[in-house]
């Protein structure tokens, strides 16, 4: 989370205010309106007795959401949903904790529903299922979520993001309903969406480049990176989601500058703008390596989404910038 000056008219950008004097360059970050921070006793509280589906083991990021929501203090149910040609179970571990999950593959729409309904007659509103499943999976689960009635956090990117807010209002279910779960980027992303609200059209006439590498299991393009195109976009620039570089194999993300340990799991995002005489430039950058900071913000939408099912808030459809401006992040 740096910022350097690198001459009077190349600003690279990390998620603060960066100011040059000598060029009057400013990127704005908005005050959050944040509630004061809950004493740890309260947290613990809210806590307690909830229950996660981790709906997309045994994939990587399945295990470390588990393991994340373990050390939070959350139970992790004994069966979850999964896609086809996966094994009968999983076994998720952290640290003394072992929990063995049955896994429901998708082939089985009985099963899945079957395993849904048991896991709410069993935990009633405690029940909170978290989504890392596929792009393709999106709108089938959240359709299952909804008609059963239970409270979901949807991580998983792709689909069709229209039916899937749609459905998710009608129905009245609780959800967090996000492309990116890392709260620093979120901050990042609502960043730019202020500043293109507040000074839209500031960068007409600019060039835009964008590049994201993910491990090459990740089969869609970066939510993220769509989102912050859309905030270009008003900003005055002129660009397509679909002109958008993905990088998924392994050579070209060497060379983008992830670390050869980070290839089965990383988000690295680049988004360059260049004035037209080519004499300005800037770039925004924020790459993670691991899924770690992921996992945190999971556990953290789960910790909210439960509290605002027990306080029968009227308000149930959320994002993560939701949960950033409640102060419910750690």
Do not use: W
């Not at 990127?27 to 959050?32: L, Q």
């Not at 999983?90 to 729409?109: I, M, N, P, Q």
């Not at 409270?151 to 967090?176: C, H, I, N, Q």
């Not at 609502?190 to 993910?214: I, K, W």
């Amino acid at each position: 989370m740096t910022h350097s000056y690198s001459g009077p008219t190349n600003l690279k950008l990390g998620l603060c205010d960066a100011v040059s004097q000598r060029k009057q360059l400013i990127v704005y970050c908005p005050s959050f309106v944040a509630a004061m921070p809950e004493e740890p006793s309260t947290k613990r509280q809210r806590c307690e007795g909830i229950v996660v589906m981790m709906n997309g083991l045994p994939g990587a990021m399945g295990h470390e959401v588990s393991q994340e929501c373990i050390r939070r203090g959350f139970t992790l149910a004994p069966v979850a949903m999964t896609g086809p040609g996966m094994p009968a179970d999983c076994e998720v571990t952290e640290g003394s904790t072992k929990v063995k999950v049955r896994l429901v593959g998708s082939g089985d729409a009985a099963g899945q529903r079957a395993a849904l309904e048991e896991m709410k007659k069993a935990h009633g509103d405690k029940l909170v299922i978290i989504d890392f499943t596929h792009p393709t999976a999106v709108n089938p689960n959240a359709n299952l979520y909804n008609s059963v009635g239970v409270p979901f956090v949807m991580g998983t990117t792709g689909g069709d993001r229209d039916a899937l807010m749609k459905v998710t209002k009608e129905s009245g279910v609780y959800a967090v309903i996000a492309p990116n779960m890392a709260k620093q980027i979120v901050a990042l992303q609502a960043t730019m969406a202020t500043m293109a609200r507040d000074y839209p059209g500031a960068f007409s006439g600019y060039t835009l480049e964008v590049t994201e590498s993910h491990q090459k299991t990740k089969a869609d393009t970066s939510g993220t990176a769509k989102a912050m195109v859309g905030s270009f976009n008003d900003l005055g620039v002129a660009y397509e989601v679909d002109q958008i570089k993905m990088l998924r194999d392994e050579k070209s993300q060497i060379e983008f500058g992830v670390p050869s340990s980070s290839l089965n799991g990383h988000a690295f995002h680049t988004y360059t703008l260049s004035s037209s005489d080519g004499s300005t430039e800037f770039q925004f950058k924020h790459n993670v390596a691991g899924r770690q900071i992921y996992a945190e913000g999971v556990a953290d939408a789960v910790a909210f989404l439960a509290s605002k099912v027990a306080e029968r808030s009227e308000q149930k459809l959320f994002n993560m910038i939701d949960i950033l401006r409640a102060g419910a992040m750690r």
